[in-house]
T-cell receptor, first 115, second 113 residues
């Protein structure tokens, strides 16, 4: 079974600085998707970024980028120029490409942004 | 375009009571999902429906039943609530295509006394 591990339960960053959240996963599949979701205090789950495993290029969305290392099964999220609104729980998630398979989530990293 | 809606937003039950959580999506998605979120556990899949007329168990299905009423609606029922079912419940939907993204509802906070 696939598993997703987020080894940092909590992180903090100074406003305007850069922070990297770690995620590793375990799978025997070769084709899959990886996601980072943000959950602010409102509880709403918001997609931050998505990476297709067959793409070598790392995904980027404005201040958010990933470092996808397929051989190492690592998928870290980098937040640049951190803002107070970035404070939230961040969840890494995995799903296979085949069929309508659900997401497998990590346990999350709580990010605090210090003004 | 409301996306994924859930009712109710909050609910308190006594042990042994039953209730149904409602979920609806207006994005014409084929697949729908129910997750529960507990502190330090992330989101865990309870049941999902890959398409209208089908349902499958997820990681933690015990104590729950689901109904895919039509393409839009996917309900989650607790027949006899237990304190261990105190949690935040999320419904999600996706198109079912390989490149799809799951979209989440706002969640239901359920407390079982």
């Amino acid at each position: 079974a696939q598993t997703v591990t987020q080894s940092q339960p909590e992180m903090s960053v100074q406003e305007a600085e850069t922070v990297t959240l770690s995620c590793t996963y375990d799978t025997s599949e070769s084709d899959y998707y990886l996601f980072w979701y943000k959950q602010p205090p409102s509880r709403q789950m918001i997609l931050v970024i998505r990476q297709e495993a067959y793409k070598q290029q790392n995904a980027t969305e404005n201040r958010f980028s990933v470092n996808f290392q397929k051989a190492a099964k690592s998928f870290s999220l980098k937040i640049s120029d951190s803002q107070l609104g970035d404070a939230a729980m961040y969840f890494c998630a995995y799903r296979t490409r085949s069929g309508n398979t659900p997401l497998v989530f990590g346990k999350g990293t709580r990010l605090s942004v210090i003004a | 375009n409301a996306g994924v809606t859930q009712t109710p937003k909050f609910q308190v039950l006594k042990t042994g009571q039953s209730m149904t959580l409602q979920c609806a999506q207006d994005m014409n998605h084929n697949s729908m999902y129910w997750y529960r979120q507990d502190p330090g556990m992330g989101l865990r899949l309870i049941y999902y429906s890959a398409s209208e007329g089908t349902t499958d168990k997820g990681e933690v299905p015990n104590g729950y039943n689901v109904s895919r009423l039509n393409k839009r609606e996917f309900s989650l029922r607790l027949e006899s609530a237990a304190p261990s079912q105190t949690s935040v419940y999320f419904c999600a939907s996706s198109s079912g295509l390989p490149t799809d993204t799951q979209y989440f509802g706002p969640g239901t906070r359920l407390t079982v006394l």
